[in-house]
């Protein structure tokens, strides 16, 4: 029996999915909550080797491939990590999740293309394992790519794509969440500090907690 909370935090790049990760872990862990703290692509050894190639790897896949090898990235991270986490009733936050496929491949790479979109709904039904609550952080992308300049971090494959492929993840993100309300909350965070955006999304987590 499945009975932790499966949070997902999303967002394009520097917009402080990290950063609230963090924050989520050590405000539920001071309070009692046993939390795991995980991201993809990753989370477990076998898919932190996949996320290598995905991010640096020398060669491009085509756009299917990519699809696919970030889902054997993800079943990894699911069968051997996050299910046996939620099995020991722990709260798991995850970094990016299947949303980040739809809207990085399917929405940014795949342009909407419905074919695409349905391969990635078929590979995460048979995932069987949808987030309890996903935040989607977002700020406008000049406040995103001043806020990675300051972070100075090497850039990957996806970082370095140009500006029309960043403005379709965040339209594509925004659909999802225009689909699926219940579980997906925007929270805005470009002119809000780290602990009040924190603040929020602890409200929510907590009455999550206490009303199930
Ligand atoms: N609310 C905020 N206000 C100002 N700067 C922020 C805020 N949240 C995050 N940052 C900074 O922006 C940068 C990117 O944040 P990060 O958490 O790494 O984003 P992501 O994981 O989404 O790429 C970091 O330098 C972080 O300190
Ligand atoms: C999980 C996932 C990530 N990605 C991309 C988004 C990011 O550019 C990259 C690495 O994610 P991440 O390490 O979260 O980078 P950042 O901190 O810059 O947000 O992988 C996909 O394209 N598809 C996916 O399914």
């Given amino acids: 029996m499945m009975s932790g909370l499966f949070v997902t935090l999303e967002g394009g790049e520097g917009v402080g999915k990290s950063t609230q990760l963090r924050l989520l872990r050590d405000a539920l862990q001071s309070q009692g909550y046993s939390v795991l703290a995980t991201r993809e692509p990753g989370g477990s050894a076998g898919a932190e080797d996949l996320r290598q190639l995905l991010l ?24 051997q990590v996050i299910r046996p986490a939620l099995a020991d009733n722990q709260i798991v936050l995850c970094d990016r999740f299947t949303d980040s496929t739809k809207a990085y491949q399917g929405y940014g790479r795949a342009e909407g293309d419905p074919a695409v979109l349905e391969l990635i709904d078929v590979l995460q039904a048979q995932l069987n394992l949808v987030p309890d609550m996903t935040f989607l952080l977002e700020a406008p992308r000049e406040v995103t790519r001043r806020r990675l300049a300051v972070r100075g971090v090497p850039t990957d494959r996806y970082e370095q794509a140009d500006e029309g492929f960043h403005a379709r993840i965040a339209a594509g993100f925004r659909a999802i969440a225009q689909q699926q309300p219940a579980r997906m909350r ?5 002119d809000r500090t ?15 907690l206490s009303h199930g």
């Fill in 56 to 79: 640096f790897g020398h060669n491009p896949l085509s756009l299917r491939a990519e699809i696919l090898t970030h889902f054997a990235a993800r079943f990894d991270h699911v069968d």
């Fill in 186 to 190: 925007c929270i805005a965070t470009a």
């Fill in 194 to 208: 780290e602990e009040a955006v924190n603040s929020q999304i602890m409200k929510e987590i907590l009455s999550r």
